[in-house]
C-alpha cells in the first residue's frame, strides 16, 4: 500500500538559510498535518491543512511558512534557520471522513541547522 | 487544554514476558480516540493500536491490548509474549473527535531483553 512520502529525507542547512520540505500524502487523503520532533523529545503539532486550506495551528515560528497544493501535497517553507530548529519533521495524512481519525505518518525528514 | 502524560521514561522487559505502559490524559471533550504509537530506532512512527472513548470494549491486536479506564482517564498498554523487536519508544496520543490534531505524551522507552 502507498504510504506518506516526503522529501529530503535528510537536509543539511547553515544559520540563517532557507529549507523546503516537501510531503506527498496517501492517495486520496485530503488532510495533511506537520509535526516536529526535537532530539529527546515527542513530536509537537505544527500546522494541518485541509482541502487546500489552513485548518489548524500550533506552535510554529513565524520564520516557517506552509501550504497545500492542488494535488494535496504540502510544503514546509523555513527562513532563517535558527540552530533550535534541527529537528526531525514528521507529515502525516488523514482523509477527513468522520470514522477516518488515523493519521499516518511519513518516515520524516531530518533537519540538520550547522 | 489536553494533555497526555507518560509517567515511566524507562521500561525494561525479558523476552517472552509481559509489560505494561502507563498512559494517563485529561480533556473537557467527551468523544475522542486514543492511540498508542512506536517508534523503533529508524524513528518511523508506527501505529499500534487505537481506541474510540465510545467504545467501552477494549481495543486489542494480536499481541497488544488497552486498558481504558474513561472515568479515571487512564489507557495503558499491554505488550503479551515480548519480542526484541518490540524495543522501541512508545508515544500515548490524544486526539478530540471534533479537529485531528494529535497530542503527544512524553514518551517511554522499551527495552526487550533476550
Known amino acids: 500500500a502507498a504510504g506518506v512520502i516526503q522529501s529530503p529525507r535528510h537536509l543539511i542547512k547553515e544559520k540563517r538559510e532557507t529549507a523546503t520540505l516537501k510531503c506527498y500524502p496517501i492517495p486520496r487523503h485530503d488532510t495533511v498535518y506537520w509535526y516536529q520532533q526535537g532530539p529527546g523529545q515527542d513530536p509537537q503539532f505544527l500546522i494541518s491543512?485541509?482541502?487546500?486550506?489552513?485548518?489548524d495551528k500550533g506552535s510554529i515560528p513565524d520564520r516557517f511558512s506552509a501550504q497545500q497544493f492542488s494535488d494535496y501535497h504540502s510544503e514546509l517553507n523555513m527562513s532563517s534557520l535558527e540552530l533550535g530548529d534541527s529537528a526531525l519533521y514528521f507529515c502525516?495524512?488523514?482523509?477527513?471522513?468522520?470514522?477516518?481519525?488515523?493519521?499516518?505518518f511519513g518516515p520524516g525528514t531530518r533537519l540538520t541547522v550547522t | 487544554a489536553q494533555t497526555v502524560t507518560q509517567s515511566q521514561p524507562e521500561m525494561s522487559v525479558q523476552e517472552a514476558e509481559t509489560v505494561t505502559l502507563s498512559c494517563t490524559y485529561d480533556?473537557?471533550?467527551?468523544?475522542?480516540?486514543l492511540f498508542w504509537y512506536k517508534q523503533p530506532p529508524s524513528r518511523q512512527m508506527i501505529l499500534v493500536i487505537r481506541?474510540?472513548?465510545?467504545?467501552?470494549q477494549n481495543a486489542t491486536e494480536n499481541r497488544f491490548s488497552v486498558n481504558f479506564q474513561k472515568a479515571a482517564k487512564s489507557f495503558s498498554l499491554k505488550i503479551s509474549d515480548s519480542q526484541l523487536g518490540d524495543t522501541a519508544m512508545y508515544f500515548c496520543a490524544y486526539i478530540p473527535a471534533s479537529y485531528g490534531k494529535l497530542t503527544f505524551g512524553q514518551g517511554t522507552i522499551l527495552t526487550v531483553h533476550p
Open positions: 480533556t473537557s471533550e467527551n468523544n475522542y480516540y
Open positions: 491543512f485541509y482541502e487546500k486550506m489552513q485548518s
Open positions: 481506541q474510540e472513548a465510545y467504545k467501552q
Open positions: 502525516a495524512s488523514s482523509f477527513s471522513l468522520p470514522s477516518s481519525y488515523e493519521q499516518y
